[in-house]
């Protein structure tokens, strides 16, 4: 079945210890995306891709880094610096033609920080 | 700048009964509209989108919403809940940019909760 998985679905961390979240899909889209969901606040873009090597800022980027090596790969590192990190973090892909190209999400990491 | 507003958290309702949704955006151009549903612990599912053409939108699950142009609204309505809607639901707006990427604006959600 075609579709985006994320792991791991639950993740614990020390603080000032960074760590990285999978994200891969074979829906050979080309874009794929980063958001941060937090209680009350609905979904906020960290990064964004639309190529491979190729990636932008989203709107919460600070404390954040990804990397676009191969098409169906978007992992994101949360880096020591992101001061608030405890959040559900959800990737999702979409085609990249014509005016509009429905996103399809992961089921999502919980990241906690103890 | 867009913005996607959904003036109610939290939305009970009984098992059975009609339910709406509201969802007001903000755009000086052309919108594309959507409303996504997550169940908890869960990721996006898409419910329903507006692209174009009738304003009436059917979606999945007998859900539906109405594009209102001079109100900005796109309200999602259900004539029948069932406890197994009891979900949170966002509504989302992106723009044309002309073929670049299609960024999604999220409102910050309503929590429909089905009571017996």
């Known amino acids: 079945d075609g579709g985006i998985t994320q792991s791991p679905k639950y993740l614990f961390r020390k603080e000032g210890q960074n760590v990285t979240l999978s994200c891969e899909q074979n829906?050979?889209?080309?874009?794929m995306y980063w958001y941060r969901q937090d209680p009350g606040q609905g979904l906020r873009l960290i990064y964004y891709s639309q190529i491979v090597n190729d990636f932008q800022k989203g709107d919460i980027a600070e404390g954040y880094s990804v990397s676009r090596e191969k098409k169906e790969s978007f992992p994101l590192t949360v880096t020591s610096a992101q001061k608030n990190p405890t959040a559900f973090y959800l990737c999702?892909?979409?085609?990249?033609?014509?005016?509009?190209?429905?996103?399809?999400f992961g089921p999502g990491t919980r990241l906690t920080v103890l | 700048a867009q913005s996607v507003t959904q003036l109610d958290s939290q939305v009970p309702v009984f098992e059975e009964a009609p339910v709406e949704l509201r969802c007001n955006y903000s755009?000086?151009?052309?919108?594309?509209l959507f409303w996504y549903v997550q169940y908890p612990n869960q990721g996006l599912q898409l419910l329903l989108k507006y692209l174009s053409g009738s304003t009436l939108v059917k979606g999945i699950n007998g859900f539906e919403a109405e594009f209102n142009k001079s109100q900005t609204s796109f309200h999602l309505r259900k004539p029948s809940v069932h406890i197994s809607d009891t979900a949170e639901y966002f509504c989302?707006?992106?723009?044309?940019?002309?073929?670049?990427?299609?960024?999604?604006?999220f409102g910050t959600g309503t929590l429909l909760a089905v009571q017996p």
């Open positions: 999702a892909s979409s085609l990249q033609r014509g005016t509009y190209n429905e996103q399809f």
């Open positions: 755009s000086s151009v052309s919108v594309y």
């Open positions: 989302a707006v992106s723009t044309d940019y002309g073929g670049a990427t299609n960024k999604l604006i």
């Open positions: 829906l050979n889209h080309d874009a």
